[in-house]
């Protein structure tokens, strides 16, 4: 079990550039979140796949942000047309389904920074 | 909706000092309360969790929290500090049937020598 991992770790762009992050949850999740971290504040509730399906979208995932999960494995999150408002940490959480509650498992983050 | 209020953004403390990190929150249904930790350049780690049951729950590195209801608070304690210790500490809810978790915005625990 190697845990959740992100990439790529850090990632700066130009405003007006799209961008794409990787999520590789634990290999028996089939539960995967995303979430934004900005400087100072706690994560912020972006999105939710229960296998491939996307079952939640928070309004602060605007059109230019796009979610998925095709196989029910990897997700992807990409950003189009950036913005400096853009520039924070993204997160990304696995689980299992089934029982009250189950864990999330954080991965360690991509860090966007847009110029 | 639910929402996390972290009264303190900052704590410092000396090693071997006991902390108390607060925590309170504000929802119309029943929830789910979390405590995290996050060490620098590293992703979100469990420390403890409240579902049901004894409203004083252990988690891992000695923290412990109670749940009160009637305060709407999940405060954080460890009776003896160490040095690695020194992290941001985020507590967070989750309204029961929803899975997605709101965060507070975190307090950064510094222990000094």
């Known amino acids: 079990d190697t845990g959740v991992s992100q990439d790529p770790r850090h990632k700066i762009t130009k405003r007006g550039q799209n961008v794409t992050f990787r999520c590789d949850p634990i290999?028996?999740?089939?539960?995967l979140y995303w979430y934004r971290q900005t400087l100072g504040q706690g994560p912020e509730f972006l999105t939710y796949?229960?296998?491939?399906?996307?079952?939640?979208k928070s309004r602060l995932l605007s059109d230019r942000f796009s979610a998925e999960r095709p196989k029910g494995s990897f997700s992807t999150l990409e950003i189009q047309r950036t913005e400096q408002g853009d520039s924070a940490m993204y997160l990304c959480a696995s689980t299992q389904s089934g029982g009250e509650y189950n864990e999330q498992f954080f991965g360690p983050g991509t860090r966007l920074t847009v110029l | 909706a639910q929402s996390v209020t972290q009264l303190d953004s900052q704590v410092p403390v000396f090693e071997e000092a006991p902390v108390e990190l607060r925590c309170n929150y504000s929802s119309s249904v029943s929830v789910y309360l979390f405590w995290y930790v996050q060490y620098p350049n590293q992703g979100l780690q469990l420390l403890l969790k409240y579902l049901s049951g004894s409203t004083l729950v252990k988690g891992i590195n000695g923290f412990e929290a109670e749940f009160n209801k009637s305060q709407t608070s999940f405060h954080l304690r460890k009776p003896s500090v160490h040095i690695s210790d020194t992290a941001e500490y985020f507590c967070?809810?989750?309204?029961?049937?929803?899975?997605?978790?709101?965060f507070g915005s975190g307090t950064r625990l510094q222990v000094q020598p």
């Open positions: 967070a809810v989750s309204a029961s049937g929803r899975r997605a978790l709101t």
């Open positions: 796949f229960q296998n491939e399906a996307q079952l939640e």
């Open positions: 290999s028996e999740h089939n539960r």
